[in-house]
């Protein structure tokens, strides 16, 4: 596991640049055999992050502890040893083009000073690992991008790390290599108990792989938790702009177009509410059933996330501001995150 | 031309091809560790050491800026030193060699430059020690640009050859400027020049070759 210690990392200044404080307050823990997403702008300190717990870099203040090791303060032989239980893959792949498939995955098992022999017997079930058994001998440059990815993934795999980082490792690819190459990723999660850190800027990655999920702006973290609540109650409000990405433009154009601020006479009031788990199939027949108000489901959209069912619906609300402000309270009351987005007529 | 006449073309060939190749041989062994380090040891890199990076590169750059027949002169105590003469093609190789060092390790450096530091940074992850990223990926990687910079240099290195035919250095040059030129032989000036194009010619082709044959980095089909 991997546990962050009030970690702060702070790059001094350098040629007339200020020094930036990257890190700040970092303290967390990923337990073992976890998927955790770790998500942020660019520039949030998500690679500062990524390189303290590979230990390319040392933190300011504080400790990054790998399976009870604090990595931050191990260097030369001891540190390099340590490295071999940390794998990593990255977005643009970084595979060697003067080697082949087996020759890059092989790689960091001759630093390791593994045998010839071990070493072909280990490449072999990576390849059939990856699912790449046929490109044994092609170079990177004759393989597409979710190719090079397997092979970047098996060849992190290859000392049999505890801990697997993954850098944005799915933004250069197209939607359904991306869905593939997470596939590839839960599984070895599940069979092979490997620890993932997701870094990403993709909500959407957090919520197809990880069960956990750290949001991180600005060098703090601002929010930390299961997927699936974070995804109905976000706290903050970067936090919800990720969740608007992933749950889509929820707000129809033809719909935001008639939205208007100031109530609508005989219209409909217009909220937003986001549901988890079995209660957000059945919230708009309780809302008919126990309140006596006929909302009309305007759009909704209801996904698995993190195992739990978590949705977005957009309704209408007739008969004024009252029975608007009546609806969220029984809402609120019974623990789903709603707003009012406005009127119409 | 009579055969006396291209025998002296052949010997002149032959030495200036031995001055060439031990030259080559003997800067590439000094200027590619140079060049590498060049290349690695700026602030924040793999072996860094600014301040010995600093005053390489200002070695490099005063023995790059001396033109090269002003080198061959002003390092003749030096060549008595290490050939025990000053004069001949064996003695020749001192200056070809310090003159071809520098440029080497700054084509070395260019090339080793060329290879993207997220490599670096993966074999580092890795736990590779910076030899390790050396030999297994920064020499590996940037061997298509270290093939032609080598041909690069030998192609100079003939030039310089020539050159020091002017000094007493024997080969081709100071067979055309012996024959061809003090002794008003054009036709032995045009076989000279004939023949040092064919053999930059050849270099070149062949360098060319194999640096396209080790760069993975194009699709082969």
């Known amino acids: 596991m991997v546990r962050f210690e009030g970690v702060e990392k702070t790059y001094p200044a350098y040629r007339g640049k200020p020094s930036v404080r990257a890190l700040q307050n970092i303290d967390f823990a990923v337990p073992r055999g976890s998927i955790t997403g770790v998500i942020g702008r660019s520039g949030a300190g998500k690679s500062s992050l990524v390189r303290l717990i590979n230990g390319l870099e040392k933190p300011t203040t504080g400790r990054v502890e790998v399976d009870g090791r604090d990595i931050s303060a191990l260097s030369g032989r001891e540190l390099r040893l340590a490295q071999r239980s940390i794998g990593m893959i990255f977005q643009h792949f970084n595979l060697l083009s003067s080697r082949t498939a087996a020759a890059n995955i092989a790689l960091p098992l001759e630093i390791a000073g593994w045998s010839k022999a071990d070493i072909a017997v280990r490449v072999a079930e990576l390849l059939d690992l990856v699912d790449i058994a046929d490109k044994h001998d092609r170079y990177p440059s004759e393989l597409s991008g979710g190719q090079k990815q397997r092979i970047g993934i098996a060849r992190a795999l290859a000392t049999r790390p505890s801990v697997l980082l993954s850098d944005e490792a799915t933004s250069a690819l197209d939607p359904q290599t991306t869905r593939a190459i997470l596939d590839l990723l839960a599984n070895i999660n599940r069979e092979l108990g490997v620890t993932i850190i997701l870094i990403t800027h993709e909500m959407s990655v957090v919520r197809q792989l990880a069960n956990e999920v750290v949001v991180i702006d600005a060098g703090d973290i601002v929010e930390r938790g299961h997927v699936a609540d974070i995804f109905t109650h976000p706290k903050q409000a970067i936090t919800q702009t990720f969740l608007a990405e992933v749950l889509g433009e929820s707000i129809p154009i033809s719909l935001a177009s008639r939205l208007q601020e100031a109530p609508v006479p005989g219209g409909q009031a217009v909220l937003r509410v986001l549901v988890r788990g079995d209660a957000g199939d059945t919230v708009v027949a309780r809302l008919a059933r126990e309140l006596s108000i006929d909302v009309a489901l305007l759009s909704a959209r209801i996904d698995e996330i993190g195992g739990q069912r978590v949705g977005s619906l957009i309704v209408g609300v007739p008969g004024g501001d009252a029975t608007a402000a009546q609806v969220l309270a029984y809402l609120s009351q019974h623990q789903f995150s709603a707003e009012r987005l406005g009127y119409v007529a | ?221």
């Open chain 2, 1 to 221: 031309m009579s055969p006396e006449l291209i025998n002296l073309i052949i010997q002149a060939t032959g030495e200036s091809l031995f001055m060439v190749a031990v030259a080559a041989l003997v800067a590439t062994a000094l200027g590619l560790p140079i060049g590498i380090f060049l290349a690695t040891s700026g602030k924040g890199e793999l072996f860094a050491a600014p301040k010995i990076n600093a005053i390489l590169g200002v070695i490099v750059n005063a023995t790059r800026s001396t033109p090269f027949i002003i080198l061959v002169v002003a390092i003749i105590p030096f060549t008595r030193l290490i050939a025990g003469t000053s004069i001949g093609s064996g003695a020749a190789i001192v200056p070809l060699t310090i003159a071809a060092t520098p440029f080497i390790a700054r084509l070395v450096e260019a090339a080793i430059r060329e290879v993207d530091a997220g490599l670096i940074e993966t074999a580092s992850s890795f736990g590779a020690t910076p030899l390790q990223i050396v030999l297994k990926v920064l020499i590996p990687e940037a061997l298509p640009g270290l093939l032609l910079a080598l041909t690069l240099a030998v192609v100079s290195l003939l030039g310089y050859s020539a050159m020091v035919g002017a000094v007493g250095g024997g080969g081709l040059g100071d067979l055309g400027i012996r024959y061809g030129y003090q002794r008003f032989m054009p036709e032995m000036m045009l076989a000279v020049v004939v023949v040092l194009i064919a053999l930059v010619q050849t270099v070149q082709t062949v360098g060319d070759y194999f640096a396209k044959r080790v760069n993975r980095r194009l699709r082969h089909r």
